[in-house]
């Protein structure tokens, strides 16, 4: 009897929540695939809490024509444009959403499908392109009647830090910029695609199987399931955080780890501009700037990706520590970006992406002129606060009475 109620506990705290695609067997669920010709839009991620992919749980129970796959492609994980194919699994017609020549569906290839089924991970940074993808099909779909399903996922960082620029409209539209929404936005994909739908007026045939037992917390410090990595270089739950702490410094000319294993990814920022003694004072100097969380140490590494392939990089690394939850990710990105420009100077040369990343020309000029974050931060603040507001009337999940307060810690 002890074993039997040791292994009740075991399983009860293994899985804390019910993603949109563990609720699959629902019969309400269920009976909005039967006799229904069915697509899915998905990737290596979207597997449910026994790590079984969401087409093996829908073939062949349910006729499935064809699948759709974002960037980064289907079963394993790949940079770079990705072609139509064929599940070697199953034997089903695959449709890239990533090719130089469109994000979005084809008319032509909704026209057989009743249904669609879409499944993606995200991490909960507004440059992250899964959103993008859903709303391009979105789109489409619509426009064509086609109903959708799409099966909700926790945000990893929570669903109550809001943080970061929101995006200039002037920028919105581009597949790294796609919606006007902070860098952090604490909404899941299910809360972004309702917030998208009702604010364009796309007259979307969508349902949203939400999370059960999810309150807006983040999952990264306490998952309930393994990570199944999204995409190459975000491999491990660490790394969702550092890409929202200073996944924008990519656009610099800096390496940020991104190899052929990516262990590194987003862990290091270096370069083969930087000398030795500079990464030894770099380090002390942004342990200087007092971020609780974080401690970060000289590096040296051949590159093995990035724009520096193949050469010997310098810089830092940094280690996460005890409070980085509460590290404040517009902060840390506005404040280390500063120092690297004014330490580095002309060395430092941003991608014609960057006001893309950070969501403003307005951001890049404050790390040109060296604004004090305390001065950026107020205004900040207040776009925040009036984003908070307009996303209320498309939460799923229940915001707590400090969920309402703009942020005002430090870090």
């Not at 790949?78 to 130089?100: C, F, H, R």
């Not at 050469?311 to 840390?332: A, I, K, N």
């Amino acid at each position: 009897m002890g074993i039997v109620y040791l292994v009740f506990v075991f399983m009860s705290q293994a899985f804390a929540y019910d993603y949109g695609i563990d609720r699959l067997r629902e019969p309400a669920l269920e009976s909005k695939l039967e006799n229904r010709k069915v697509a899915l839009l998905v990737h290596a991620a979207s597997v449910d809490r026994t790590g079984t992919h969401l087409i093996d749980l829908l073939y062949p129970r349910f006729p499935v024509k064809k699948i759709f796959v974002p960037e980064h492609g289907l079963r394993s994980l790949n940079d770079g444009w990705i072609k139509d194919g064929v599940d070697e699994k199953t034997g089903l017609p695959v449709l890239s959403l990533y090719q130089e020549r469109s994000r979005a569906p084809r008319a032509q290839d909704l026209a057989d499908v009743d249904v669609i089924v879409m499944d993606l991970q995200d991490v909960g940074v507004r440059y992250y392109t899964y959103f993008s993808t859903i709303a391009e099909f979105v789109k489409v779909a619509s426009s064509m009647g086609k109903e959708m399903i799409l099966l909700d996922r926790p945000n990893p960082l929570g669903g109550s830090a809001v943080e970061g620029e929101i995006l200039d409209p002037s920028l919105e539209g581009a597949f790294i910029s796609y919606f006007t929404i902070p860098t952090r936005h604490g909404m899941t994909l299910g809360e972004l695609i309702r917030m998208y739908v009702a604010e364009k007026n796309i007259p979307a045939k969508l349902e949203v199987v939400t999370v059960t037992g999810w309150s807006r917390e983040p999952v990264i410090d306490t998952p309930d399931r393994p990570w199944t990595p999204s995409s190459p270089a975000i491999q491990t739950h660490e790394q969702v955080l550092l890409y929202s702490l200073w996944g924008s410094l990519e656009h610099f000319n800096l390496s940020v780890g991104r190899g052929k294993t990516n262990e590194l990814a987003f862990r290091v920022i270096a370069a083969p501009w930087i000398s030795e003694v500079e990464s030894e004072t770099l380090s002390a100097d942004l342990n200087s700037l007092g971020f609780k969380g974080v401690v970060f140490l000289p590096c040296r590494f051949v590159a093995s990706r990035d724009i520096h392939l193949g050469q010997t990089v310098r810089g830092v690394s940094v280690e996460l520590t005890e409070g980085h939850l509460e590290l404040r990710s517009d902060r840390m990105t506005q404040v280390i970006s500063s120092l690297l420009y004014e330490r580095f100077g002309d060395r430092l040369v941003f991608s014609k992406f960057a006001p893309n990343y950070y969501g403003s020309e307005g951001m890049i000029q404050s790390i040109r002129k060296k604004q004090s974050w305390e001065d950026l931060m107020t205004s900040l603040d207040l776009k925040i606060d009036s984003f908070r507001k307009r996303r209320k009337p498309h939460l799923l999940y229940p915001e707590s009475d400090q969920d309402q307060l703009p942020f005002e810690a430090s870090n």
